[in-house]
């Protein structure tokens, strides 16, 4: 069974950083794009950062210059550094991943969730 585990959240002050890992485990056959969401309280989960199994990355105007994605495919992991952090960057953080498993089936996996808190 395939998984994604997320780790790096934390309380951070404003204008700092933070790194988020997600580690994909279990039966993969290959990975292809990954991304980045987050998601604050009342509000909707936006995508902040996909990467393609080449990696080609894209960003969403709000993190544009201060995160960047990454992946380790020889490790099945994708980062998200996070650098000059604003409070407004508050929220709950997820990965996912296009993923085919060892057995052909292709599905969207997501991670636990992971919090971030930016004081000012």
């Known amino acids: 069974q395939v998984q994604l585990v997320e780790s790096g959240g934390g309380l951070v002050q404003a204008g700092g950083s933070l790194r988020l890992s997600c580690a994909a485990s279990?039966?993969?056959?290959?990975?292809?794009?990954m991304g980045w969401w987050r998601q604050a309280p009342g509000k909707q989960r936006e995508l902040l950062a996909a990467i393609s199994a080449g990696g080609s990355t894209n960003y969403a105007d709000s993190v544009e210059g201060r995160f960047t994605i990454s992946r380790d495919n020889a490790k099945n992991t994708e980062y998200l550094q996070m650098n000059s952090l604003k409070p407004e960057d508050t929220a709950v953080y997820y990965c996912n991943a296009d993923i085919l498993d060892g057995l052909g089936r292709r599905k969207y996996y997501w991670g636990q969730g992971t919090q971030v808190i930016v004081s000012s």
């Open positions: 279990g039966n993969i056959g290959s990975i292809n794009g």
